[in-house]
């Protein structure tokens, strides 16, 4: 039994069906029936009924199983041996949160790119529990994440806490406490209360999303019922929109960072931060514990460390 041998066998469960197997690897049919013939005679099983349609036995969907931790380990294997020859070459797989990639990979890539321009970065942008799955796999080296509760058998090392800001339009502020509005620019800003905003119009993020989410579960604490006047999917739509005073909106504090640090006259909105625990997240980049961890990886968190110093020294509030 080898690493090729169980290769052949996964892209034959694949296709479940040998002729087109056998095209995607490139070799004869007779050559993939072989390998797969072998396997059976080694293991003593019977892992494919061939009639009436190609099929798994009950032993054939258990190999399947081991041969996919065959593969990650070969992955491994070949990755140690290319850092004991250089760390410069190689593949580096990273998942990482649709919310969170906008805001900090332009300051994480291309410092990591300029260090390592040899190295192969593939970017898997998706939803934090598809890319768990595929971190658990092996599918990926490292997944950038929101947490807030440890994962079994994973690594999650710490990049930034985040708050959530309320994102409120100057214009409905004066609007609605031109003859307090010092005062209660000061109170928000210290203690915020929403019930101050209860006749104001909210521009919130899609159901699902892990911001509208976390304020849908405070909001619904606390008694508050905001106006929703519209919903996006998208956070920067939100927050322009906030910003041309169509409504408030909850903006994460991980995107104010990259916005443009304004004045407070050029401002054309107020940022009020949520103080509590249940509003804060903590973004950590994780690796599973029994996996090899490759150099390229190490040198990728510590760019992320970097990049993210560099983004919170340009914090907009």
């Known amino acids: 039994m080898n690493f090729t041998t169980l290769k052949y066998f996964l892209t ?3 296709e479940m069906n040998i002729t087109r197997a056998a095209n995607k690897l490139y070799i004869s049919q007779q050559a993939l029936s072989s390998h797969i013939g072998k396997l059976e005679r ?16 009950q032993a054939g969907r258990r190999m399947v199983e081991y041969a996919k931790q065959a593969g990650t380990l070969e992955r491994e294997i070949n990755q140690m041996a290319k850092d004991a020859v250089s760390d ?3 593949e580096l797989r990273v998942g990482i949160s649709h919310t969170c990639g906008r805001a900090i990979l332009p300051s994480i890539l291309p410092r990591f790119r300029k260090a390592y321009p ?16 595929a971190l658990r796999k092996g599918d990926l080296d490292l997944m950038i994440d929101f947490t807030t509760a440890e994962r079994e058998g994973m690594v999650q090392e710490k990049l930034a806490e985040e708050r959530l800001f309320l994102v409120v339009p100057k214009p409905l502020l004066i609007e609605n406490y031109s003859a307090c509005l010092d005062a209660i620019i000061s109170e928000c800003d210290r203690n915020l209360d929403l019930f101050l905003f209860e006749r104001f119009p909210f521009i919130l993020l899609n159901k699902g999303n892990r911001v509208r989410t976390v304020i849908d579960s405070y909001m619904e604490q606390s008694g508050f019922k905001p106006q929703v006047v519209l919903e996006t999917e998208n956070i920067e739509t939100a ?4 910003s041309r005073g169509m ?25 009020f931060p949520f103080r509590t625990p249940e509003t804060t997240g903590t973004l950590v980049i994780a690796h599973m514990k029994e996996h090899y961890q490759t150099k390229a990886a190490e040198n990728f968190i510590a760019a992320c460390h970097e990049g993210l110093a560099e983004i919170q020294g340009n914090k907009v509030v």
């Open 12 to 14: 034959a469960v694949e």
């Open 42 to 57: 080694e293991l003593n099983v019977k892992l494919f009924n061939r009639s009436p349609n190609l099929s798994l036995t």
């Open 88 to 90: 410069q070459i190689g």
């Open 118 to 133: 040899l190295m192969d970065v593939k970017l898997v942008e998706d939803v934090s529990s598809t890319m768990e799955e």
């Open 239 to 242: 927050y322009e929109l906030a």
């Open 247 to 271: 409504g408030v909106t909850v903006y994460p504090e991980l995107f104010l960072w990259c916005i443009p640090r304004p004045s407070q006259e050029e401002r054309t909105v107020e940022f």
